[in-house]
C-alpha cells in the first residue's frame, strides 16, 4: 500500500461544477499538509496548505481529518484554467515529503 | 513568496556527455534540497535528498555514481548526470525545504533532458 493514495481521476467536469479530491495517508506521525498542482511539462506549485481546522482560499477549500488520516480538496465554480494535476503533499516532521500519484482533472466548456 | 530556481531549463546533449544542473534558494536558506525525476505521464519519484554540509541520501534504485549531488552552500545544490544515456532523458526538478516545522517545499521550474 502506498504511503499517500489519492483518486487516481481523471475527472472530467464542466466548467462551473464542483469537484472534490480525495488524499488517505497511512504515517500517522505525518505533521504537515499541502496540495499543489502541476500543469503538463511545468513543475508543481504549492496551491494551499491544509489544516486541521480547514481552510479556504477563494474557490478552493481543504480539510484535514487526522483521526481519518484523509485530506480532501474542494474546488468550486471550476474554471477551464483549473485543469491540471493536484499532488497530494504529507510531511513528516523530520522534512521528508511524500507525494500522492496525482489526480488529473480536466474542466470543459 | 518563496522563490526556486533552475537552471538550465532545456538541455539536448549527445551520449556520453556529463550535465550538470543547479537549484538555488533565491529569497531564503534551504539546509535541505531534494532532487526528483519525472517521466511522462508518471508522477514525481524522489531520487535524493540533499543537505548541505554533508553527502546527499539516495533512495533505492539510484546510483550515486551516476548523479552526482553537491550541496556546498545553503542557497546551491547542483546535481550532475554523469555519462549521459538516451534513458536518462526525463525531467528533472529540485526542491527547496524553507526552515521551519511544517514549511512546504517550493519547486524549481524543472530541467528537461534529452540525451540523443
Known amino acids: 500500500r502506498k504511503e499517500v493514495e489519492q483518486d487516481p481521476g481523471p475527472f472530467n467536469v464542466p466548467e462551473g461544477a464542483t469537484v472534490a479530491f480525495n488524499c488517505t495517508y497511512s504515517n500517522s506521525a505525518s505533521q504537515s499538509f499541502f496540495w499543489y498542482r502541476q500543469d503538463c511539462r511545468k513543475e508543481p506549485k504549492l496551491l494551499m496548505s491544509?489544516?486541521?481546522s480547514g481552510n479556504e482560499d477563494g474557490r478552493f477549500t481543504a480539510q484535514l481529518n487526522r483521526a481519518s488520516q484523509y485530506i480532501s480538496l474542494l474546488i468550486r465554480d471550476s474554471k477551464l484554467s483549473d485543469s491540471a494535476t493536484y499532488l497530494c503533499v504529507v510531511n513528516t516532521n523530520a522534512g521528508k515529503s511524500t507525494f500522492g500519484d496525482g489526480t488529473t482533472l480536466t474542466v470543459k466548456p | 513568496g518563496a522563490v526556486v530556481s533552475q537552471h538550465p531549463s532545456w538541455v539536448i546533449c549527445k551520449s556520453g556527455t556529463s550535465v550538470k544542473i543547479e537549484c538555488r534558494s533565491l529569497d531564503f536558506q534551504a539546509t535541505t534540497m531534494f532532487w526528483y525525476r519525472q517521466f511522462p505521464k508518471q508522477s514525481l519519484m524522489l531520487m535524493a535528498t540533499s543537505n548541505e554540509g554533508s553527502k546527499a541520501t539516495y533512495e533505492q534504485g539510484v546510483e550515486k555514481d551516476k548523479f552526482l549531488i553537491n550541496h556546498a552552500s545553503l542557497t546551491l545544490s547542483t546535481l550532475t548526470v554523469t555519462s549521459a544515456h538516451p534513458e536518462d532523458s526525463s525531467f528533472y526538478i529540485c526542491?527547496?525545504?524553507?526552515?521551519?516545522?511544517?514549511?512546504?517545499?517550493?519547486f524549481g521550474d524543472g530541467t528537461r533532458l534529452s540525451i540523443l
Open positions: 526542491s527547496a525545504l524553507h526552515q521551519g516545522l511544517g514549511q512546504p517545499q517550493h
Open positions: 491544509v489544516y486541521s
